[in-house]
């Protein structure tokens, strides 16, 4: 060991010395006198050349090469929380990321998952509370009480041509059911008549004396009416059907006002018209009158009101409204106005 050679060294050394005290000549130094290798190649080695592979070795067994292992339970590399963006969710729910994790609601009035929202439709589910007319929104709804076809197309302007609940004088107690005829353009009002057929709801001028041909007989389905007056205008033959064709005068005549019955045969009321509002909520309010040259006919009420059978004729003659009373019906432009009462209130 280099301790031990050292310690020779030193006692030679020591040696010498004492011999050169004596007297005698010192020897001279030899090179293991001076002799550093610097070699630690033992257990306490510090080689010269900077190995330090042994048990001195100081090379750290930290890995320092940026790859910091923080994967224990400490670990922190999971995804990070997160958080609502603006388009997280559809545009018609709202977002919360309390949690760390994004979750989307549809907001009141809307349905879905989250990311995609729809409309909820209040009316056509029966969710909203309205008296009069229930009118969806967008995530929402608003209650109305329409009076005419024209309030139906500005309080919905997407409204094509129905059926609609309309409220006499803004009155919930006083609805009825009209027909909303040209939306798209000029809105008219129409009564929708719910007996119909044949023998119900028609107009005749029957044909044989002094007009001949076959019978002339027009059937309802709706009436004009004027959801204010609640007047029919019985001129309006738009929803109507008619059968026959015969010649009044130097006219061809192939339709009849409503509430008509005509004839042209002497000492005869062989007109027929039929006025039937049953199912609805109205009766007939007007009176009748005959007029032409030599008039007949007459008119009876029933059913409350809501029935009326008409018969009319003379040479030529006919029985309809009295409120103005017409004027040569079979033209179709008489002006004559039938008048109602809505009689039937709603709870």
């Known amino acids: 060991m280099r301790t031990t050679k050292s310690a020779l060294t030193i006692l030679t050394v020591l040696s010498t010395s004492v ?23 033992d257990d306490g080695d510090s080689i010269g050349e900077g190995d330090s592979s042994e048990s001195g070795d100081t090379t750290s067994e930290s890995d320092t ?3 910091s292992d923080t994967t224990g339970e400490g ?8 958080s609502c963006e603006a388009d997280s969710c559809d545009a018609n729910a709202t977002c919360d990321d309390g949690s760390g994790m ?8 809307w349905e879905g ?12 589910d029966g969710l909203d509370d309205c008296e009069g007319l229930c009118i969806n929104d967008e ?40 027909y909303c005829h040209d939306l798209a353009g000029t809105p008219i009002d129409y009564l929708p008549l719910v007996e119909v057929g044949p023998d119900q709801n ?16 027009t059937n309802y389905e709706r009436v004009r009416i004027d959801p204010m007056t609640l007047e029919i205008n019985i001129d309006d033959t738009t929803f109507s059907s008619s059968t026959g064709s015969l010649t009044h005068g130097d006219a061809e005549i192939t339709s009849m006002p409503y509430a008509i019955a005509m004839g042209c045969t002497t000492s005869q009321a062989n007109g027929l018209a039929n006025i039937d ?20 006919g007459d008119a009876v009420l029933s059913e409350d009101d809501q029935v009326v059978d008409l018969t009319g004729g003379g040479y030529c003659g006919w029985t309809g409204p009295d409120n103005a009373c017409p004027n040569s019906p079979q033209n179709g432009s008489t002006g004559t106005l039938l008048s109602l009462d809505l009689v039937q209130l709603s709870p």
Request: glycine share 10%.
């Open 19 to 41: 011999v050169f005290a004596c007297g005698s000549s010192p020897p001279e130094a030899t090179d293991d006198t001076t002799e550093t290798e610097g070699d630690t190649t």
């Open 65 to 67: 090469t940026g790859e």
């Open 75 to 82: 670990d922190t590399t999971g995804e990070p929380a997160e």
């Open 102 to 109: 994004i979750v989307c609601t549809c907001n009141d009035g």
């Open 113 to 124: 998952d989250g990311q995609i929202c729809s409309d909820v439709d209040e009316c056509t």
């Open 139 to 178: 995530g929402s709804f608003s209650c109305a009480v329409p009076q005419s076809c024209a309030d139906i197309i500005a309080l919905m302007p997407d409204a094509v041509d129905g059926y609609y609940m309309l409220y006499h004088m803004a009155d919930t107690t006083r609805a009825w059911t009209a």
């Open 202 to 217: 028609f107009s005749q001028y029957t044909a044989g004396g002094a007009s001949p041909g076959t019978d002339v007989r």
């Open 277 to 296: 509002l049953r199912g609805t909520p109205f009766a007939v309010a007007s009176e009748f009158c005959q007029a032409g040259y030599q008039p007949l």
